[in-house]
C-alpha cells in the first residue's frame, strides 16, 4: 500500500504538476444545478493536469444530505492514482479527534486531511496514526486576520528563551510530529515571505499552498518558496479561479481545463526557469 507521499510525487511526476484543484461546490456559482455532475465534469476535464484535489467538506455541509451524497459521488469519479485531500482543518481532543480521524480515513477514505494543530500534538495523534495516510497542519492561514494572532510572539513554551511568531512554532512541532513521515503543512500563498520562512524550517515536508487566483496570491513568489530543493512537495491550491472560470452551462469544463493548464505550465516555466523542470520536460 502507497503512503499519501508516495501517490502524491506519483501523481506529480505523472501530470508534471504542482497543481491541486479545490472542488469547492457553491450554487450560487456553478453554472448547473447537479453538485455530483458538476465535480465530475471538472475532474474529468483536468485530471491529467493536477497533483491533487481538495474538497473542502464545508461546501459539502452545507448542502444537507444531498451534499454528502454528492461528496460521496465525487469521490468516485476521482482517478483512484490521484491523491484527495479532505479539507476539513478538524481539531479536537481525545475521543472526539478519533472519532473525526476515522470519519476521514475509514468512512470517506480520504487520502489526506487538513487539521487544526491548537489543541497540541494529542489533539491530532489519532490523524498521525493512519501512517500512510497524510495530515495537513494549518500552519498560516491564507486570509488578511491571520496575522491577528498568528504573528504573535511567542516564547519556546519548554524553556530555552527562544521566541518566534506563533506560526514558526505551528512549524517547528509539525516538524516533531512527523515521526511517520506522514506530516505536511498548510500555508497561504497570500504569504510568501512566511511561506519561504517555514519552507526554510521544514526543508523536505509536502506543503498545501491555497490562496491563488481569487484571493490574489503570488503564483511565482508561492510557488518558488514553497517548493523543496528539488522543485518538489508543494501542491499550489486553486478552486474559484479554475472551476468556476466559465460560466455556460455547456462549455465550463473546457474553461475550467484552459485554466488549469495555464496555472500548470506557469508553474512549470518557474520550475524550467531555475533548472527544476520535470525530467519529461527536461529531456524533450
Not at 526554510?200 to 498545501?208: E, H, Q, S, T
Request: charged share 20%.
Amino acid at each position: 500500500m502507497s503512503t499519501f507521499v508516495e501517490k502524491l510525487q506519483l501523481a506529480a511526476q505523472r501530470n508534471n504538476s504542482l497543481l491541486c484543484i479545490g472542488l469547492d461546490p457553491d450554487p450560487r456559482l456553478m453554472p448547473i444545478d447537479d453538485v455530483a455532475e458538476f465535480n465530475q465534469a471538472i475532474v474529468e476535464a483536468t485530471s491529467d493536469l493536477v497533483c491533487a484535489y481538495k474538497p473542502n467538506l464545508g461546501f459539502y455541509e452545507s448542502l444537507g444530505p444531498s451534499g454528502n451524497e454528492a461528496l460521496e459521488q465525487t469521490l468516485k469519479v476521482i482517478p483512484t492514482w490521484i491523491p484527495v485531500i479532505g479539507d476539513s482543518k478538524r481539531g479536537d481532543i481525545g475521543n472526539t479527534a478519533t472519532a473525526y480521524a476515522s470519519a476521514m480515513f475509514d468512512v470517506w477514505g480520504f487520502d489526506c486531511v487538513t487539521v487544526n494543530p491548537f489543541g497540541g500534538q494529542d489533539s491530532i495523534e489519532p490523524f498521525l496514526n493512519y501512517q500512510d495516510k497524510g495530515v495537513l497542519v494549518w500552519c498560516r492561514s491564507s486570509n488578511p486576520g491571520a496575522r491577528e494572532l498568528q504573528d504573535l510572539i511567542a516564547t519556546a513554551p519548554l524553556g530555552g528563551g527562544d521566541s518566534r511568531p506563533f506560526y514558526e512554532w505551528v512549524a517547528i512541532s509539525a516538524a516533531k510530529w512527523n515521526s511517520y513521515g506522514n506530516v505536511g503543512l498548510v500555508v497561504g500563498a497570500t504569504y510568501p515571505d512566511e511561506l519561504r520562512t517555514i519552507r526554510d524550517l521544514c526543508p523536505d515536508m509536502p506543503i498545501l499552498i491555497p490562496g491563488i487566483g481569487a484571493q490574489e496570491g503570488s503564483l511565482e513568489k508561492s510557488t518558488m518558496a514553497g517548493i523543496d530543493a528539488h522543485g518538489r512537495n508543494a501542491m499550489v491550491s486553486a478552486s474559484r479561479g479554475v472551476i468556476y472560470a466559465g460560466n455556460d452551462s455547456t462549455t465550463y469544463p473546457d474553461a475550467a481545463r484552459q485554466a488549469a493548464l495555464l496555472l500548470r505550465d506557469r508553474m512549470n516555466s518557474i520550475l524550467n526557469e531555475r533548472n527544476l523542470g520535470w525530467p519529461a520536460e527536461t529531456d524533450s
